[in-house]
């Protein structure tokens, strides 16, 4: 049962435009949203994150917009740059009582970004 | 530079045989998770360690193991391994015991064969 979906594999957009990278989550009790991403051969790096109580967080160049009716949440990349190319996962985790904030993490998309 | 620090980088081992991977989390961290990442998979959440206690457990083999020591880094053992076991092995570290950003190290590369 993958609790955290990220149903585009793989996105392509040109330099300067903007990146959506979408999320869909089951989870209702999910109340923390994170967004990594991932260069080969090296860990995940923390982007963003949004709590269940907001709708929007920005920073920079990148929103996280969550939509908990719909259980989705998206990236936003403006302008877009060919070094954010990499693989970005989405991640939610339960802070509700008894739980400890491990992450789970949707399957990846791999962003390119052309010059 | 997550601060949360990884060894070793990569590892080349026989099946049945035993590793150990070690991280050093960030300073002042009291969290360490560990997570898997095998051939297009997403990161599995394998075991979570706040300040030397073991918190959480997701779907970690009864052939994996793992502590926490007083200076707070982390060892995961993986024993009697198999072809299978071969993945890329994630340490996180945050601030808390529960909810807020983990922060990653740069995984060790473990191959059996």
């Known amino acids: 049962d993958q609790q955290v979906k990220q149903n585009s594999p793989s996105l392509s957009v040109q330099e300067g435009r903007i990146s959506i990278l979408n999320c869909d989550y089951t989870n209702s009790m999910f109340d923390y949203f994170l967004w990594y991403k991932k260069y080969p051969a090296e860990g995940p790096t923390f982007l963003i994150s949004?709590?269940?109580?907001?709708d929007k967080n920005e920073d920079g160049r990148f929103t996280v917009f969550l939509n908990k009716s719909a259980k989705h949440l998206s990236l936003h990349i403006v302008p877009s740059q060919p070094g954010d190319s990499a693989v970005y996962f989405c991640?939610?985790?339960?802070?509700?009582?008894?739980?400890?904030?491990?992450?789970?993490f949707g399957q990846g998309t791999t962003l390119q970004v052309k010059p | 530079d997550s601060g949360v620090t990884q060894t070793p980088k990569h590892l080349i081992t026989a099946t049945g045989q035993r590793v150990t991977l070690r991280c050093s989390p960030r300073s002042g961290d009291l969290s360490v998770y560990w997570y898997q990442q095998s051939l297009d998979q997403g990161l599995q959440f394998l075991i979570q360690y706040y300040n030397g206690e073991e918190r959480a457990k997701g779907n970690i083999l009864e052939r994996f193991s793992a502590q926490q020591f007083p200076d707070l880094h982390s060892e995961l053992n993986l024993s009697s391994l198999e072809l299978g076991d071969s993945a890329l092995y994630f340490c996180?570290?945050?601030?808390?015991?529960?909810?807020?950003?983990?922060?990653f190290g740069p995984g060790t590369r473990l191959t059996v064969t």
């Open positions: 996180a570290s945050s601030g808390l015991g529960a909810g807020g950003e983990q922060y």
């Open positions: 949004i709590s269940s109580i907001k």
């Open positions: 991640a939610a985790s339960d802070n509700h009582s008894g739980n400890t904030g491990k992450l789970i």
